[in-house]
């Protein structure tokens, strides 16, 4: 069982606020990835770390940041959250050649 | 550019026939993974696919790679309701992450 876990789970909110999701993972491992998807579509990746200070962009244009001061942690952040910004946002872990998916945090901006 | 196409995009299926989906992706990439997606959860892992000729196995179906035409399949067999999905694959990019098809919606039924 991958221990990857990510908070909310759901999460409805106004626009203009401010907004991060979580995602943390006990595993130890150095590679973690946010996805973009809405619902029944493809995913997208919008962010990417290869370990502690490390953070890159994906190839879909995104309006959030990730930060990664903590192996296990690497949130998403959204400064100002927008009707666009509703979907569902998968975290992952990776290690060697297996990838770990999170819960998923559905949001919904109104 | 890496880009992963899948197809069919959506595949209705009466229970108990076999059927194929198809992956292909335009770069030369050493893993390629195979996913299960119920509506609104998460991802779950079936197969990773490391080398050429590789054919794993589990229930159903069953998932092979041919990484010189850049080609991997999905073959179900004998299909049951419970097979319904979104199933897609994804392929290894740099090494680093890794890149979705638009997903397979397959409908098995009775």
């Known amino acids: 069982e991958a221990d990857i876990y990510q908070t909310p789970r759901y999460l409805v909110i106004g626009t203009g606020k401010k907004i991060t999701l979580e995602c943390s993972q006990t595993m130890g491992h150095d590679k973690m990835y946010w996805y973009q998807q809405d619902p029944g579509m493809e995913l997208h990746l919008i962010h990417y770390s290869y370990g502690v200070n490390s953070t890159e962009k994906g190839d879909l244009s995104s309006e959030s940041t990730v930060s990664r001061i903590r192996t296990e942690h690497f949130p998403l952040t959204l400064e100002s959250a927008r009707p666009s910004h509703t979907s569902q946002y998968l975290c992952a872990s990776m290690a060697g050649t297996e990838a770990f998916f999170g819960q998923g945090t559905r949001l919904t901006v109104v | 550019e890496l880009k992963v196409e899948q197809n069919p995009l959506f595949l209705s299926m009466q229970e108990g026939k076999n059927y194929t989906i198809y992956c292909n992706y335009s770069t030369t990439s050493d893993r390629l993974y195979w996913y299960r997606q119920d509506p609104g959860k998460s991802l779950e892992s079936l197969f990773v696919?490391?080398?050429?000729?590789a054919v794993k196995q589990e229930g159903r179906l069953m998932a092979s790679l041919d990484t010189k035409a850049r080609l991997s399949t999905l073959h179900i067999t004998a299909a049951v309701h419970d097979l319904s999905a979104t199933y897609f694959c994804?392929?290894?990019?740099?090494?680093?992450?890794?890149?979705f098809g638009a997903g397979t919606r397959l409908t098995v039924k009775p």
């Open positions: 994804a392929v290894a990019h740099n090494n680093n992450d890794m890149r």
């Open positions: 696919l490391l080398s050429n000729g």
